[in-house]
């Protein structure tokens, strides 16, 4: 039978060999058959892995954001204690507007209350923290490093506006060179993604050093259960240099001002132990 191609035929990138489709990619010749199969439709638990490393990288976004707004401005905490009393004083004022000001003074925090941090002249930024604890709140520094007697008792209670903050200041606190290899748990405590039963559960069983938690979920520990204890507080650290995206501070925003005032440091006891001299109360 006579052949179809030419003596001096030479196939070129567009011919079709053998039912194949050939291509030229950078000089190289690759064949892709008709038949090859597809590849595989992802499994439920890729697609999962896959939302949940998005999850993360969102996350990290968010945290990275976070950082960038910590404060560059002169901290209102820098003052000395008769000035953050009056500072307190003003702020606590807006949280009671139906007070009279006999009735403010009854729940104000005396300066004598108020720990002298002026020592510190760094920035009162998270990666400081742990430093500013060691430089200026020695006694606080020694008590972290210190095997707790009860649980959900913590010598430390730090207030941040936000569920971000609270896990970003929780990180800090968990460092050795606050805790030692006695210190107990640190506490993560704010509303998203937490019961307020889970708390509760959780410091019922477990011996802590240290609690971070937003205002609101703190509140509701202190004004509504029995889980947090204050047999041990010794200071209340409240986190006023931070600025939010709105250019806020902790007590700048109502809603969190008037639970720090109305459910933290109004909660009957907790007040009681500040004008006491039995907790100081920190600006950082």
Not at 17 to 34: G, I, K, W
Not at 81 to 94: D, F, H, I, N, V
Not at 155 to 179: C, H, N, P, Y
């Amino acid at each position: 039978m006579p052949d179809d191609l030419e003596d001096d035929f030479v196939p070129d990138e567009s011919t079709a060999l053998d039912d194949e489709e050939l291509v030229v990619l950078n000089d190289e010749t690759v064949y892709f058959s008709d038949n090859v199969d597809q590849p595989p439709e992802p499994t439920a638990s890729a697609k999962k892995r896959k939302r949940r490393e998005k999850e993360k990288e969102k996350k990290a976004k968010k945290r990275k954001l976070a950082e960038t707004l910590e404060p560059s401005v002169e901290s209102i905490a820098n003052q000395v204690p008769s000035e953050l009393a009056a500072y307190l004083g003003t702020m606590q004022a807006k949280s009671y507007p139906d007070h009279s000001a006999l009735e403010l003074s009854d729940l104000e925090i005396p300066d004598v209350s108020i720990a002298d941090t002026t020592l510190w002249t760094g920035p009162r930024t998270l990666d400081q923290l742990v430093s500013f604890i060691i430089k200026t709140l020695p006694a606080l520094h020694t008590r972290l490093g210190q095997k707790s007697k009860s649980n959900g008792a913590p010598t430390l209670l730090f207030l941040a506006g936000a569920a971000l903050r609270v896990a970003d200041v929780t990180r800090v606190l968990r460092d050795k060179k606050l805790r030692g290899d006695k210190g107990g748990e640190v506490a993560k405590l704010f509303a998203k993604h937490f019961k307020l039963s889970d708390h509760v559960d959780y410091l019922k069983r477990t011996k802590i050093g240290a609690a971070v938690g937003t205002p609101g979920r703190t509140g509701k520990l202190l004004c509504e259960t029995d889980a947090l204890s204050i047999s041990a507080l010794s200071h209340i650290v409240l986190d006023v240099s931070y600025i939010d995206a709105k250019k806020r501070t902790l007590l700048d925003i109502p809603e969190t001002r008037d639970e720090v005032f109305r459910t933290v440091l109004g909660a009957p006891q907790v007040l009681a132990a500040i004008r006491e001299g039995k907790i100081q109360v920190v600006l950082f």
